[in-house]
Nanobody, 125 residues
């Protein structure tokens, strides 16, 4: 059974940091790119970042560039999203998802094959 399990969300003050984790199982993790998405109440799901499977190339939405860092540990089948300098507008449910390749950008949510259940991030101002 394919599983993606996010963790690390919580409540943090503006300017603070959180590190999200996405633990994968049930598929060949090394062969998949992993993306992070977020969805705030009443808004569409938005791509945040993607990390490729082949060379570890990373891609970021302009809204998080310079503040968020995506990384992966293939030995642990885990992808991380380090979020620094958090702002109130970063408040959302964060999801990780898997697809065959980033293809040079984050891409639409519909292009991803597997999804986690999400973790809530709340940034208080």
């Amino acid at each position: 059974e394919v599983q993606l399990v996010e963790s690390g969300g919580g409540l943090v003050q503006a300017g603070g940091s959180l590190r999200l984790s996405c633990a994968a199982s049930g598929f060949t993790f090394d062969d998949y790119a992993i993306g992070w998405f977020r969805q705030a109440p009443g808004k569409e799901r938005e791509g945040v970042s993607c990390i490729s499977s082949s060379d570890g190339s990373t891609y970021y939405a302009d809204s998080v560039k310079g503040r968020f860092t995506i990384s992966r540990d293939n030995a642990k089948n885990t992808v991380y999203l380090q979020m620094n300098s958090l702002k109130s507008e970063d408040t959302a449910v964060y999801y990780c998802a898997a697809k065959s390749a980033c293809l040079g950008y984050i891409d639409s949510p519909w292009s991803y094959d597997y999804w986690g259940q999400g973790t809530q991030v709340t940034v208080s101002s």
